[in-house]
């Protein structure tokens, strides 16, 4: 049953007045009235009226409200502590620092940088740039790394990933079990911070096995931001989407990854390794457009997810060398400073890169010191095919890469998820028999009786002799 | 700049009542620009929408309608744009056409014979067959762009409102979505005729002219998920991206009357988005 009473209470209007009041006040107003006749005609005419010459005293303000309002937080009240906070001048150093190799500390000049990708149209606004700068003089400033660079932007379903890039040295670092390649070698070398909101709290990323590359690359997914999220996925990843994540930052990363030819040059000593050649000039935006001009600079990750095979483990009569040499024509290690021209050609084009001038292509005399050469402002973008939402841009000063994207490399054909595998067919179910038990010897089973076949019989083949009265 | 002048331009020779700067579609040499223009008035239920593109010349150039032949492969094309407007993608070979080269696989020539034979017999039926026109990539532009006009453009509820005319119109009175009211996509509608059973019935009942959500919302799209809601760190930014056609923004900022959206990518639809999800 409804409570009248209290439905009647309940429902006030803006000005507070109950309905349960306001039925009281118009009956008191019939009432007045009871010598007129036509109350029932005019019944809204009395409620409006009711309604409207209703007085309802509201005490003042006092004195002490006035003057002295209470705050209300603004919704944004938060973002803007947070922002104040961030933009402050940065401590001293908490942790010491590292000590400084021949290539001190390095932290690209973001604002420079972003005009030239600005000419190309990646662009994330001047607040938002002058924000990263200073989040990545912050993670110099509180980390061990001795360089960054902005990786780019993983955008995500719910919230979107900034990836900042940076070079940790790596003396003494933790053990890890044997599949993942050591802490700062292999695709381990690099360290990776990852953050929601440029003033928040940057995350590193953790390491990552070989087995999670593997996984990575028949896994397509679009991630969701947040890092401890479930990679949902046919056959199952092994990890959150922070493993994932890094997976796809290192794959992203060496593949994209290039410079012009010859700024570095392969170590004489050990041919794995490359470093800064000292004669190097910049080539010119013409130069820079062939592909043959640029190289890759990181090593190529192998099919087992790695950059160097693990020391095969043999059996006594197998040939350590022989095994590894098997290994290696497999799943070869491609030779370091390759250049893009020999990329495999995406599906459809002649190369894996798409080139582009963007910007004034006029070509200027170079006066003072230069003279006699010329150059253009002419900013050049190279992007991958394999890698959409990679690009390169370069000019005649310098180059720089960045990553927009959602983290899915590019196939060319629809995507077909994997079947799984067949079902095993299930084995032959036996028989269930009785437990053999050296005490109780089994009952050998009985010959049926002729005279036993109208009589009932138990689940042993004994029969039941239900004439038993005793 | 040049943008600018030429949609001046174009506004003076054609009369519409709003020109919206719709997106850019990327290709491999070139970028086509293409900006929409809207004409309210007089216009039953939804205005009329106009397209034009053009590329870094800036002459703007009305977008053809829809080759309906070879609708149905457009989706089968993943492939970038080129940039180049003439370019043909899918060739129709003309039967009927003398000029036609002749096959050039000398094996097939005993093969030419009959089918030519069979075509004399239907000589009468020449005068009625339609040349078939080649594909061009302007076609598939002109498809693309109105796929993704009708997948995407999204509104906040209260943006439009329909006069008892049933014309609609810019909401005056629109103050914006509150903060938590943006965070839910729910809010959102698509600017297109409605298409869902629910909103024509609705629209036909007449409430539509009381209340602001008569157009379909897009949380309801299919394949659940396509859409990502983002704030900005002060939360009075929400930017909606659209996961199936990758590049599609759309995005309102808090308590004002400022929204849009905006198309600024490769044209290709992102047909795996079921498996990523």
């Not at chain 1, 089994?442 to 019989?457: T, Y």
């Not at chain 2, 119109?169 to 943006?182: A, K, M, T, V």
């Amino acid at each position: 049953s409804i409570n009248v009473d209290y439905l009647l209470r309940a429902h006030r209007n803006h000005k507070g007045v109950s309905l349960y009041e306001h039925l009281a006040m118009v009956i008191n107003q019939i009432s007045k009235d009871a010598k007129s006749k036509d109350c029932f005609e005019n019944f809204e005419k009395i409620m409006d009226f009711v309604e409207k010459n209703h007085f309802k005293y509201k005490a003042p303000l006092s004195d002490h409200e006035v003057n002295h309002p209470r705050k209300v937080k603004s919704e944004i009240h938060e973002w803007l502590e947070d922002s104040i906070a961030f933009l402050r001048k940065l401590p001293p150093r908490s942790i010491p620092a590292p000590p400084l190799p021949k290539d001190a500390k390095y932290a690209p000049n973001l604002l420079l940088e972003s005009r030239l990708f600005e000419t190309v149209g990646i662009y994330f606004g001047e607040e938002e740039t002058y924000l990263l700068n200073k989040a990545m003089l912050k993670l110099l400033n509180e980390t061990n790394a001795v360089s960054v660079r902005f990786w780019g932007k993983i955008l995500g379903r719910s919230r979107s990933y900034w990836v900042i890039e940076g070079q940790v040295p790596a003396d003494n670092p933790d053990p890890l079990p044997l599949p993942y390649e050591r802490f700062g070698q292999g695709v381990n070398a690099l360290t990776y911070w990852v953050a929601n909101d440029v003033q928040g709290h940057w995350h590193e990323l953790p390491a990552i096995s070989p087995e999670h590359i593997k996984r990575a690359r028949t896994a397509k997914h679009i991630m969701t931001g947040h890092l401890n999220a479930k990679v949902d996925v046919y056959p199952p990843f092994p990890g959150v989407e922070k493993h994932y994540l890094k997976a796809q930052i290192v794959r992203i990363t060496y593949s994209t990854v290039i410079a012009p030819n010859n700024f570095y040059k392969a170590n004489d000593e050990d041919a794995t390794k490359i470093e800064i050649s000292e004669e190097f000039a910049m080539p010119g935006t013409e130069e820079l457009k062939s592909l043959e001009n640029w190289v890759h600079v990181h090593p190529n990750i192998l099919e087992a997810g790695r950059i160097t095979h693990l020391e095969p483990q043999v059996g006594p009569e197998e040939d350590k060398d022989e095994v590894m040499n098997k290994i290696l024509t497999a799943d070869p290690i491609k030779e370091r400073l390759r250049p893009l021209s020999e990329d495999n050609p995406f599906t459809g084009f002649e190369a894996n890169w798409l080139v582009r001038v963007h910007g004034d292509t006029q070509v200027f005399n170079m006066a003072d010191k230069d003279e006699g050469k010329s150059t253009t402002y002419a900013v050049l973008a190279l992007r991958p095919l394999t890698w959409p939402g990679a690009c390169v841009i370069a000019n005649n000063n310098t180059w720089s890469h960045i990553y927009v994207g959602y983290g899915i490399k590019a196939g060319g054909l629809p995507f077909f998820p994997i079947a799984p595998n067949d079902i095993m067919v299930e084995g032959v179910e036996q028989d269930e028999m009785p437990e053999p038990n050296p005490k109780n010897p089994l009952p050998e089973p009985l010959e049926p009786n002729s005279d036993d076949e109208g009589k009932k019989k138990d689940e042993n083949g004994n029969v039941i002799d239900d004439q038993d009265d005793a | 700049m040049k943008l600018e002048l030429a949609i001046l331009k174009l506004n003076e020779s054609q009369q519409f009542d709003q020109i919206v700067f719709w997106g850019k579609i990327e290709g491999i040499s070139r970028d086509y620009y293409i900006v929409v223009g809207l004409k309210f008035r007089q216009q039953y239920e939804f205005p009329h929408k106009t397209f034009f593109w053009c590329n870094e010349e800036f002459r703007f150039a009305e977008l053809p309608p829809i080759n309906r032949e070879h609708k149905d492969k457009v989706d089968g094309i993943r492939t970038l744009f080129s940039g180049d407007h003439t370019k043909v993608l899918i060739k129709v070979v003309d039967e009927d056409d003398p000029n036609r080269p002749p096959d050039v696989n000398p094996d097939q020539q005993a093969d030419v014979d009959p089918e030519k034979k069979l075509l004399e017999d239907t000589d009468d039926e020449k005068e009625l067959k339609v040349t078939p026109k080649n594909f061009t990539e302007l076609d598939r532009l002109a498809y693309v762009i109105r796929a993704i006009d009708i997948d995407c453009s999204v509104i906040p509820v209260g943006a439009f409102r329909l006069t008892p005319n049933h014309e609609l119109r810019y909401n005056d009175e629109f103050r914006g979505l509150s903060i938590p009211e943006s965070e839910n996509l729910h809010n959102y509608m698509h600017f297109r005729n409605p298409q869902t059973i629910e909103k024509q019935e609705y629209i036909a009942r007449e409430e539509a002219l009381f209340f602001y959500d008569f157009l379909d919302p897009i949380d309801k799209d299919l394949p659940y998920g396509c859409w990502a809601l983002h704030k900005d760190a002060s939360k009075t930014i929400a930017t909606i991206r659209s996961l199936l056609w990758p590049g599609y923004i759309a995005y309102h900022r808090a308590n004002s009357n400022i929204f849009g959206g905006v198309y600024i990518g490769n044209g290709i639809k992102n047909v795996d988005l079921p498996f990523l999800l």
